[in-house]
Nanobody
Framework: QVQLVESGGGSVQAGDSLRLSCAASGRTSSSSGMGWFRQAPGKEREFVAGLSWNNAYTYYADSVKGRFTISRDNAKNTVYLQMNSLRPEDTAAYYC??????????????????WGQGTQVTVSS
């Protein structure tokens, strides 16, 4: 069992930056593959960024590539999503998710076993 708690969301202006945090706890949290997803009102949950279990590989949605960075601090059991150059279309609830360790980073939500409650990010123009 892995527990995930997100924080760091807020309301910002276009062009600003935010860093989301996902504190993980549980038996296998340090060896889990991790991902960030987002969901805007009336839209499906979409993949944003993923990290392999050993932190060796990352993968990003085209819409955030070059602006967002996923990372993990194993000592703190925390995964981060650094978001720069935010745009109004980045407005959504952001969710952290964990999956069994692997080297392939899946983009489909069904591949992830554990989910946090989400944190809201609102970007105004």
């Amino acid at each position: 069992q892995v527990q995930l708690v997100e924080s760091g969301g807020g309301s910002v202006q276009a062009g600003d930056s935010l860093r989301l945090s996902c504190a993980a706890s549980g038996r296998t949290s340090s060896s889990s593959g991790m991902g960030w997803f987002r969901q805007a009102p009336g839209k499906e949950r979409e993949f944003v960024a993923g990290l392999s279990w050993n932190n060796a590989y990352t993968y990003y949605a085209d819409s955030v590539k070059g602006r967002f960075t996923i990372s993990r601090d194993n000592a703190k059991n925390t995964v981060y999503l650094q978001m720069n150059s935010l745009r109004p279309e980045d407005t959504a609830a952001y969710y952290c998710a964990a999956r069994p360790p692997d080297t392939v980073i899946p983009v489909r939500p069904s591949a992830y076993t554990y989910w946090g409650q989400g944190t809201q990010v609102t970007v105004s123009s």
